[in-house]
């Protein structure tokens, strides 16, 4: 029988999460709010058939990159924190 102290699955627990969790949730963060900026600025552009400000746009678009690559960093933490864990458990 299980033990009740231990989560049941990988993602059981989001408080006793591992080490990269952190780096993931922010990267999906920032890329979200990249997308809303973006959207948010070109939107009015199209509906307006007038040209709205580029530059918040490019800054917005930056956003998107900068977010997933701090995601990909969190899951490589993650995923080289597993394989230290597994060869450990090896011997």
Same mark, same amino acid.
């Given at each position: 029988?299980?033990?009740?102290?231990?989560?049941?699955?990988?993602?059981?627990?989001?408080?006793?999460?591992r080490p990269g969790?952190?780096?993931?949730?922010?990267?999906?963060?920032?890329?979200?709010?990249?997308?809303?900026?973006?959207?948010?600025?070109?939107?009015?552009?199209?509906?307006?058939?007038?040209? =709205?400000?580029?530059?918040?746009?490019?800054?917005?678009?930056?956003?998107?990159p900068v977010g997933?690559?701090?995601?990909?960093?969190?899951?490589?933490?993650?995923?080289?924190? =597993?394989?230290?864990?597994?060869?450990?458990?090896?011997?």
């Amino acid at each position: 029988m299980a033990d009740p102290a231990q989560p049941a699955g990988r993602h059981a627990s989001p408080e006793g999460g591992r080490p990269g969790d952190g780096l993931v949730r922010v990267g999906a963060v920032v890329f979200v709010l990249g997308v809303v900026a973006v959207v948010a600025g070109v939107v009015p552009s199209v509906l307006s058939n007038e040209p =709205g400000p580029v530059a918040p746009v490019v800054l917005a678009a930056a956003l998107l990159p900068v977010g997933l690559a701090i995601a990909l960093v969190g899951l490589l933490r993650a995923a080289r924190t =597993g394989r230290r864990e597994a060869r450990r458990a090896r011997g």
